[in-house]
């Protein structure tokens, strides 16, 4: 279960802090500061209920950057009850959306959340396929192996070092081969030498 580190407190902390699920949503929602939203969003994922997964759900696509992160790490705190809804974002249009849910669901670490990180692999937005990979690196799951090769001839050599490192930590004769294979025709030094630790 990942650990919420507390954001910068907003002038209104104290305020929030007194606040019920339904205000922190609200401001969460309505708020025209992005610390005030971030804070929400980290009261929200400390309180662990349920009813605040749809709105932290929509803060994953905030204009903010900070707020998105904030959401993400609260929607990992809250768990299991946060898959389904996870999973669902993954096919939302805003990419980074579909990113953050990637990331939250590869920091909740749970096997359902296997299959809708396989599925993003195949995102048309590198950011996705990157933080998919990672997310998968974290369960070792064989499942991920064949998908996971295709990404090594990804356009991205950022995505591709993360699928090296997501396939070494499953390992197996299969992984092996295919890294093998690939360390032919890889151009990208950095990527060589992941693969060539990968293999070890």
């Given at each position: 279960?990942?650990?919420?580190?507390?954001?910068?407190?907003?002038?209104?902390?104290?305020?929030?802090?007194?606040?019920?699920?339904?205000?922190?949503?609200?401001?969460?929602?309505d708020?025209?500061?992005?610390?005030?939203?971030?804070?929400?969003?980290?009261?929200?994922?400390?309180?662990?209920?349920?009813?605040?997964?749809?709105?932290l759900?929509?803060?994953?696509?905030?204009?903010?950057?900070?707020?998105?992160?904030?959401?993400?790490?609260?929607?990992?705190?809250?768990?299991?009850?946060?898959?389904?809804?996870?999973?669902?974002?993954?096919?939302?249009?805003?990419?980074?959306?579909?990113?953050?849910?990637?990331?939250?669901?590869?920091?909740?670490?749970?096997?359902?959340?296997?299959?809708?990180?396989?599925?993003?692999?195949?995102?048309?937005?590198?950011?996705v396929?990157?933080?998919?990979?990672?997310?998968?690196?974290?369960?070792?799951?064989?499942?991920?192996?064949?998908?996971?090769?295709?990404?090594?001839?990804?356009?991205?050599?950022?995505?591709?070092?993360?699928?090296?490192?997501?396939?070494?930590?499953?390992?197996?004769?299969?992984?092996?081969?295919?890294?093998?294979?690939?360390?032919?025709?890889?151009?990208?030094?950095?990527?060589?030498?992941?693969?060539?630790?990968?293999?070890?």
């Amino acid at each position: 279960m990942a650990e919420i580190n507390m954001p910068e407190k907003p002038e209104r902390a104290e305020e929030l802090e007194k606040k019920g699920i339904e205000g922190l949503v609200h401001d969460l929602r309505d708020s025209t500061d992005p610390l005030v939203r971030q804070y929400a969003a980290y009261l929200l994922g400390k309180a662990k209920n349920p009813r605040a997964i749809q709105p932290l759900i929509e803060a994953l696509g905030d204009f903010d950057k900070s707020v998105r992160e904030q959401a993400t790490l609260a929607l990992s705190a809250i768990g299991k009850a946060a898959i389904e809804p996870l999973s669902a974002a993954m096919k939302q249009p805003k990419w980074e959306t579909r990113y953050r849910a990637a990331e939250a669901l590869g920091k909740i670490a749970d096997e359902k959340a296997v299959q809708p990180l396989i599925q993003a692999l195949k995102d048309n937005r590198d950011h996705v396929r990157y933080m998919a990979a990672k997310g998968l690196r974290e369960f070792g799951d064989s499942e991920a192996i064949d998908p996971m090769i295709i990404l090594l001839k990804d356009e991205n050599r950022y995505v591709r070092m993360m699928a090296v490192k997501a396939l070494g930590a499953i390992g197996g004769k299969k992984v092996h081969d295919a890294l093998r294979q690939v360390l032919e025709t890889e151009s990208d030094e950095k990527v060589k030498e992941a693969i060539t630790e990968a293999m070890k």
